[in-house]
T-cell receptor
Framework: KQEVTQIPAALSVPEGENLVLNCSFT??????LQWFRQDPGKGLTSLLL?????REQTSGRLNASLDKSSGRSTLYIAASQPGDSATYLC???????????FGKGITLSVRP | NAGVTQTPKFQVLKTGQSMTLQCAQD?????MSWYRQDPGMGLRLIHY?????ITDQGEVPNGYNVSRSTTEDFPLRLLSAAPSQTSVYFC??????WGYGYTFGSGTRLTVV
């Protein structure tokens, strides 16, 4: 059974800091690793998707990496802004049924 | 494209009542799923479908039924609502397989009193 862990549960940083959010998974036989953002009371917005054959994906100030052998993914946020404050969730897609297994998320607060 | 549409956005039920949460997607995705999100528990898979006529149970299926008669629609039925089913429910869809992620609806916030 796939298990996804995100530690720490919460993070507070000053504006402008570069930061790394970690995600680990137990079953390396994944199809994709997807990062989402969730604002309070809102739905999930997809940020980046990394296929199992890829090492990283970039979108603007965001960069996500994937190391299947070690069961880890990281989301790098450059030059953080108060608008980046949200909960960030990673999800591993596994199995012939392409099921998603989520971590519990990291709640990020960027202080002005 | 509307993407994944969930209705209603908010609902209050009394214990024992039944209701259906609607989910529709216009992207011709084969894979559809229902999740519930609870504080401290994260998102947990309730039921999923890999195509019209095919459904299966996820991690927390008890108290919920689904059916998939068309590619577009995947309704979630609460048979006899219980306070433990108070949660935020999300529907998601995907083409499935390598390189294709999931698109989520905006959620239904359900309170059972």
């Amino acid at each position: 059974k796939q298990e996804v862990t995100q530690i720490p549960a919460a993070l507070s940083v000053p504006e402008g800091e570069n930061l790394v959010l970690n995600c680990s998974f137990t079953d390396s036989a994944i199809y994709n690793l997807q990062w989402f953002r969730q604002d309070p009371g809102k739905g999930l917005t997809s940020l980046l998707l990394i296929q199992s054959s890829q090492r990283e994906q970039t979108s603007g100030r965001l960069n996500a990496s994937l190391d299947k052998s070690s069961g880890r993914s990281t989301l790098y946020i450059a030059a953080s802004q108060p608008g980046d404050s949200a909960t960030y969730l990673c999800a591993a897609q596994t199995g012939a049924n392409s099921k998603l297994t989520f971590g519990k998320g990291i709640t990020l607060s960027v202080r002005p | 494209n509307a993407g994944v549409t969930q209705t209603p956005k908010f609902q209050v039920l009394k214990t024992g009542q039944s209701m259906t949460l609607q989910c529709a997607q216009d992207m011709n995705h084969e894979y559809m799923s229902w999740y519930r999100q609870d504080p401290g528990m994260g998102l947990r898979l309730i039921h999923y479908s890999v195509g019209a006529g095919i459904t299966d149970q996820g991690e927390v299926p008890n108290g919920y039924n689904v059916s998939r008669s068309t590619t577009e629609d995947f309704p979630l039925r609460l048979l006899s609502a219980a306070p433990s089913q108070t949660s935020v429910y999300f529907c998601a869809s995907s083409p499935g397989g390598w390189g294709y992620g999931y698109t989520f609806g905006s959620g239904t916030r359900l309170t059972v009193v």
